[in-house]
Every structure is written in structure tokens, then in C-alpha cells.
């Protein structure tokens, strides 16, 4: 009898060694889930967070959701399943991803939101973004001055469901819009997209062949423009992007695209591991939920200095 108690109680020891062994180990784990890494804003957000949390001594496991909100809950899914600590998000949009991040606080799982705030307070524990509407006049201001002030201009705008798309463009608007002789002609959605983009200024320069500039709502898009300006031998027209890519940086420098804002992508993706970590250990940030970053105009003056969204 002693001896069968004496199994039992080891038995119990060695399945509470494991357990604890197996809880020790997911608590070390952040999970960082971002759009797909094809758009290098989004792979400087994911290396950015990934290398900060294996620096503060954190596992990782870095999931992608394209824009997708059904995907991003199974990203969230998987993240529960494997016992993160924390999660680093760049979200599939203001509404859809409520219900998300509210799953993961109710499995007990912060959420540290970067680049796209989401539409309720209390739910994530941190939302850091750009300051999209500061970054856009700046973008604007620049778009002005190098129009002198005049001209037919084309506005290519990022996906709708996501609240930078409308906060660029109603900053763009608000320095814009105070010049009456600057014309826009046309208007469209190209959903972040280099592809789209490329189509929609096809389209745009057979109906409006005297346009004079276009600005856009981030670099990916006016990448896809610049080469279907450039195959339609327009390089005349006067481009301005925004995110600070890059490939944007290379085109600035060689006389292409005029300029860019750059939002501090990989900055943003470090500080919200930085103070997931003080979350996890304090209960608190020490920082408002919502943070805003300054945006920084880049020209050919400072374009050298810029490496993967962030200044050197």
C-alpha cells in the first residue's frame, strides 16, 4: 500500500513538474501577427518585434493574416493555443478585429496594437501608431510646394476598411484643398496595393493625360503608379507616397518619386514589445493606451539616411 502511494504521489510530482514546465515555457512566448510580409512595412513591423522580444529574452512566433479578419482570429486562435504571454499586433481592420483582441484578453493575453488603432478603448492594453494625420499634411505640404501651387493631381487611397486610409487622405485634404487652382481629377482606392495600384494609374492617365501629380496613400501604391507612369513615359508627374519604404527611398534618390513620410514601423514594433515586457512584469505600461509617434517628411536632403523605416 505504501509502496502503490509512493508510485502515485511520484506520479503527481512528475505530471505537476511537466505541467509547470510546459506553463513556464509559454509564458516566455510573444506572438507577433502582422499583414503579409510582401509589403516590406510590414516585414520591417514583424523583424522589429520579433528581434526585440528575443532580446528581452522572450520565445516568438511570428504569424502573418493578409488583411484577412477570419484569418487573423485563427492567428489569434493559434497564439491562445500556444500559451503567448503577449500578443504584437498590426491588425485586419478597425471593427472586425474588436472581437479578436477581446478573445485574447478573455484568455488573459494582452494585446499591444502597432500601426492601425482599432474602433473601442479598453479591450487592448496599448495602441501605438503613426500620427497619420501629422505625417499626411506633412506629405501635403511637400505635394503643394512642388506643384507650385497649381495642376490637375490624382489621389490614390489605401484600403477603406482601414482608418489610416482615411486619416491620410483627410490630411492631404486639409493642406490641399486651400488651393484652389490645385485640381483633383481623380480618386481612387488601390487597397495598399502595388499591383492595383499600377492598373487604377493606367486607367487614370488615358482618362486625365494632362495630370500634373498624384499622392498617395502609402509607398507600395506609389511604387505601382511610378512604374505605370514611367512605362507611359510620364516621369514628368510629380509623386509623393507615404511609409517611408525603401524602395521609395532608392526612387527618391534617383530623381523618381519626389518624397515619402516616413512612419517609424520598426520603432513602433520595438516599444510595443518593450512595454508589453514592463506589462508582464509590473501591470502596468506607464504610457495612455493610445500613443501616437510623429511622422518625418523625406526628401532627396535627408533620403540617404533612411534604412528600413527608420533614420540612421
Given at each position: 500500500m505504501r509502496f502503490t502511494k509512493a508510485l502515485l504521489a511520484a506520479g503527481i510530482a512528475g505530471t505537476l513538474a511537466l505541467g509547470?514546465?510546459?506553463?513556464?515555457?509559454?509564458?516566455?512566448?510573444v506572438a507577433v501577427i502582422t499583414p503579409s510580409h510582401d509589403?516590406?512595412?510590414?516585414?520591417?513591423?514583424?523583424?522589429?518585434?520579433?528581434?526585440?522580444?528575443?532580446?528581452?529574452?522572450y520565445d516568438t512566433i511570428v504569424l502573418v493574416h493578409d488583411d484577412d479578419a477570419?484569418?487573423?482570429?485563427?492567428?489569434i486562435d493559434t497564439a491562445i493555443a500556444r500559451g503567448a504571454k503577449a500578443i504584437i499586433l498590426d491588425n485586419a481592420g478597425a471593427d472586425a478585429t474588436v472581437a479578436a483582441?477581446?478573445?485574447?484578453?478573455d484568455a488573459g493575453i494582452p494585446s499591444f496594437l502597432i500601426d492601425r488603432e482599432i474602433n473601442v478603448t479598453g479591450v487592448a492594453v496599448a495602441q501605438i501608431?503613426?500620427?497619420?494625420?501629422?505625417?499626411?499634411?506633412?506629405?501635403?505640404?511637400?505635394?503643394v510646394k512642388l506643384m507650385g501651387e497649381k495642376g490637375n493631381y490624382a489621389e490614390l487611397v489605401g484600403r477603406e476598411a482601414d482608418t489610416n486610409a482615411g486619416i491620410r487622405s483627410q490630411g492631404y485634404h486639409d493642406v490641399i484643398d486651400d488651393y484652389p487652382d490645385l485640381k483633383m481629377v481623380a480618386r481612387q482606392s488601390a487597397n495598399w496595393s502595388?499591383?492595383?495600384?499600377?492598373?487604377?494609374?493606367?486607367?487614370?492617365?488615358?482618362?486625365?493625360?494632362?495630370?500634373?501629380g498624384v499622392i498617395s496613400g502609402n509607398d507600395t501604391m506609389a511604387m505601382g503608379a511610378w512604374a505605370a507612369l514611367t512605362a507611359a513615359g510620364r516621369t514628368d508627374v510629380i509623386l509623393v507616397g507615404f511609409d517611408?519604404?525603401?524602395?521609395?527611398?532608392?526612387?527618391?534618390?534617383?530623381?523618381g518619386i519626389k518624397a515619402t513620410v516616413l512612419q517609424p514601423a520598426y520603432r513602433q514594433a520595438e516599444l510595443a514589445v518593450e512595454q508589453a515586457d514592463q506589462f508582464l512584469k509590473t501591470g502596468k505600461t506607464g504610457q495612455p493606451e493610445k500613443q501616437l509617434m510623429d511622422c518625418l517628411l523625406i526628401t532627396p536632403d535627408n533620403a540617404g539616411k533612411l534604412e528600413t523605416f527608420a533614420m540612421k
Open positions: 509547470f514546465g510546459v506553463a513556464a515555457q509559454a509564458k516566455d512566448l509589403n516590406p512595412f510590414f516585414k520591417a513591423e514583424a523583424e522589429g518585434a520579433q528581434k526585440r522580444a528575443q532580446a528581452l529574452g477570419n484569418k487573423q482570429m485563427e492567428r483582441v477581446q478573445k485574447a484578453k501608431v503613426s500620427n497619420n494625420y501629422q505625417g499626411a499634411q506633412l506629405g501635403a505640404q511637400e505635394f502595388q499591383t492595383e495600384a499600377f492598373a487604377k494609374m493606367e486607367s487614370i492617365l488615358q482618362a486625365h493625360p494632362d495630370i500634373k517611408g519604404s525603401n524602395d521609395v527611398r532608392d526612387s527618391i534618390r534617383q530623381g
